[in-house]
């Protein structure tokens, strides 16, 4: 396949990124790999630290892929001090009280063979829908989510926001389907600031990235669009305003790698 990257418009969005994930999702982590060196694995591990999740808390995780974010948030509430499963379901006091309330997390992505893959990776993990904390797996559209309004405490969108054909519909939904006190937080490519870092960042996106994803997977064209969405994804101070216009509060942003990446966050009050 080849997509006219510079030329797309925005009706073609949705299906081209749909083939760049069937095209990838089989050799995913490794394209992850290659365009992070490695480092996305910290990134997430970021995200989930600055969210911090506690038992009891509800998590959608939109764009979800196979699952890399809401594995991380599982079980870090596994390792929360506060953390007692509740494996006796006997329906004794002594045993409710002594149980935390349960957890879990709902991957939400649109493409099925991404969740397909992500779910053959949580059993091996002992994360199910029946699992405490548990774990579901939703395919739909992040621009139209099938849930209802206040359901969720949390929301992270790791590495999907900038592929979705209208972002502000993306916030306004997240908005939505948070409950009060809910907080957002979003792990996304973001903009160098520093311009010689940003020359060097450059040289390696456009040339090294499609060389690398040709050498890999013979898919120069997915890696080359990858690249290009990134560039043309707002800075932090762009996304700060549009999150604030979806109605979120107390909207910050903290800069990972010099700003490759940033976790912006932001609350429903
Ligand atoms: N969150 C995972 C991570 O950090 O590794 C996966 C990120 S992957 C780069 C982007 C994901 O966004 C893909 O799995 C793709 O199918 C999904 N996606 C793209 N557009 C979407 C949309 N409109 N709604 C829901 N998911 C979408």
């Not at 499963?85 to 349960?102: A, H, V, W």
């Not at 969108?157 to 993306?170: A, E, K, L, P």
């Not at 908005?175 to 450059?202: I, M, W």
């Not at 942003?253 to 940033?262: A, D, E, M, P």
Request: proline share 4%; aromatic share 12%.
């Amino acid at each position: 396949t080849h997509f006219g990257f510079k030329t797309v418009n925005k009706d073609d969005k949705e299906s081209m990124v749909k083939e760049v994930f069937d095209n990838v999702s089989s050799n995913y982590d490794l394209m992850n790999d290659v365009m992070s060196m490695g480092i996305h694995r910290l990134w997430k591990d970021e995200l989930i630290n600055t969210l911090n999740p506690t038992p009891g808390s509800h998590l959608l995780d939109v764009a979800g892929g196979t699952g890399d974010i809401s594995f991380r948030f599982l079980d870090k509430i596994k390792t929360s001090p506060n953390y007692f499963p509740n494996i006796i379901k006997n329906g004794s006091s002594e045993t409710l009280k002594s149980s935390s309330l349960p957890s879990s997390a709902t991957v939400f992505d649109i493409n099925q063979s991404m969740l397909n893959e992500g779910k053959k990776r949580g059993l091996t993990k002992g994360y199910t829908d029946q699992s405490d904390p548990s774990i579901d797996w939703v395919q739909g559209n992040s621009e139209a989510l099938p849930f209802k309004d206040d359901t969720f405490n949390c929301y992270t969108v790791s590495f999907g926001i900038r592929n979705c054909t209208n972002i502000d519909q993306v916030l306004k939904e997240a908005y939505r389907v948070l409950k009060p006190g809910g907080r957002f937080l979003c792990l996304e490519f973001s903009q160098v600031p520093n311009p010689l870092l940003r020359f060097a960042y450059d040289q390696y996106s456009f040339n090294v990235i499609p060389v690398m994803g040709q050498l890999i997977s013979g898919d120069r064209d997915s890696y080359a669009y990858l690249v290009e969405s990134i560039r043309k994804f707002p800075d932090q101070e762009n996304f700060v305003q549009m999150i604030q216009d979806a109605g979120f509060k107390q909207v910050t942003y903290k800069n990972l790698t010099f700003g490759i990446c940033s976790i912006h966050s932001g609350f429903k009050l």
